[in-house]
């Protein structure tokens, strides 16, 4: 009841404050509110402050043995993972043949890394891929027409993915512990990749932004995909995973991190879910 009452003294005090938008004052109110959303939404892309970390920790109690990282950039990520589960394999997945290189010169003294200079998407085969000059960051979203970021790649090149259910099957990997994914937008494909593969994924972390605008997938279409193969989904915050029912309040674009978790790991769900650890 006490949440219900503040709710509506705040939504009449915003109606209010609205009859007076164009006003200077109220409009900065206005832009510090929604930043102070976002933030409070988890717009952050440090691992160590972002929950991302203790996704991983709780995880690597679990006694990994294979792990896909897609979209590694230069092994940050799965340098850490390797630390923390030396008895996994760690797939590494990144695109960019340049990135890739910096990925081997970083992680060449780890003998748990398996990495693969190719893409994973739904579909096999050549790809136009954007990169820039300032950052190893890249993506083969479609921005043309997109001024707020057409600056910032400044040129393409071809390069080739392919599918993770013909991964698995040529690798003969018969069960994937967790799925690291953050490729600029892609994520969707990437899990359309697995196919009936899917149901041999344990836990899936995948990012849902700005990009996912230019590529046209929603947060209901990765709750839909994943839901239809028994995964549960949460929203990862600093010290908790807060799993959630999809609501269209939920297509803000803020650029957070989510877990997809099988339905039937109770114990590993209830960890995410409790606060702290």
């Known amino acids: 009841m006490f949440k219900n009452m503040i709710r509506r003294i705040g939504l009449s005090f915003a109606r209010f404050l609205c009859k007076y938008r164009g006003k200077?004052?109220?409009?900065?109110?206005?832009?510090?509110?929604?930043?102070?959303?976002?933030?409070?939404?988890?717009?952050?892309?440090?691992?160590?402050?972002?929950?991302?970390?203790?996704?991983?920790?709780?995880?690597?109690?679990?006694?990994?043995?294979?792990?896909?990282?897609?979209?590694?950039?230069?092994g940050?990520?799965?340098?850490?993972?390797?630390?923390?589960?030396?008895?996994?394999?760690?797939h590494t997945f990144e695109i960019v043949p340049?990135?890739?290189?910096?990925?081997?010169?970083?992680?060449?003294?780890?003998?748990n890394i398996m990495p693969n200079n190719v893409g994973l998407s739904n579909i096999a085969g050549p790809i136009k891929i954007h990169i820039g000059?300032?950052?190893?960051?890249?993506?083969?979203c479609n921005f043309e027409g997109n001024p707020a970021i057409e600056g910032y790649y400044t040129n393409s090149i071809e390069c080739k993915t392919i599918r993770a259910f013909d991964y698995m099957t040529d690798a003969k990997i018969k069960a994937v512990d967790f799925v690291k994914i953050?490729?600029?937008?892609?994520?969707?494909?990437?899990?359309?990749?697995?196919?009936e593969k899917l149901k041999c994924v344990r836990a899936l972390q995948f990012e849902y932004g700005i990009w996912n605008i230019i590529s046209h997938d929603l947060l209901i279409d990765f709750c839909s995909l994943l839901k239809q193969h028994g995964f549960v989904i949460g929203k990862i915050f600093p010290n908790q995973v807060k799993f959630f029912?999809?609501?269209?309040?939920?297509?803000?674009?803020?650029?957070?991190?989510?877990?997809a978790v099988r339905g039937d790991e109770a114990n590993?769900?209830?960890?995410?879910?409790?606060f702290g650890g």
């Open 24 to 74: 200077s004052f109220i409009d900065a109110i206005e832009l510090n509110v929604d930043s102070f959303h976002r933030f409070m939404n988890n717009l952050d892309f440090d691992m160590n402050r972002n929950g991302e970390s203790r996704v991983l920790r709780i995880m690597s109690g679990l006694n990994m043995h294979c792990i896909f990282d897609v979209g590694s950039n230069v």
């Open 76 to 90: 940050e990520w799965a340098e850490i993972a390797s630390n923390l589960n030396p008895q996994a394999m760690i």
């Open 98 to 111: 340049s990135t890739h290189k910096e990925l081997l010169n970083n992680l060449n003294r780890l003998k």
């Open 133 to 140: 000059d300032a950052s190893s960051m890249s993506t083969s």
């Open 182 to 195: 953050d490729v600029e937008g892609m994520d969707l494909k990437v899990i359309q990749g697995f196919g």
């Open 245 to 259: 029912e999809y609501h269209f309040n939920m297509e803000n674009f803020h650029g957070s991190n989510y877990l």
């Open 268 to 274: 590993l769900i209830e960890k995410m879910k409790a």
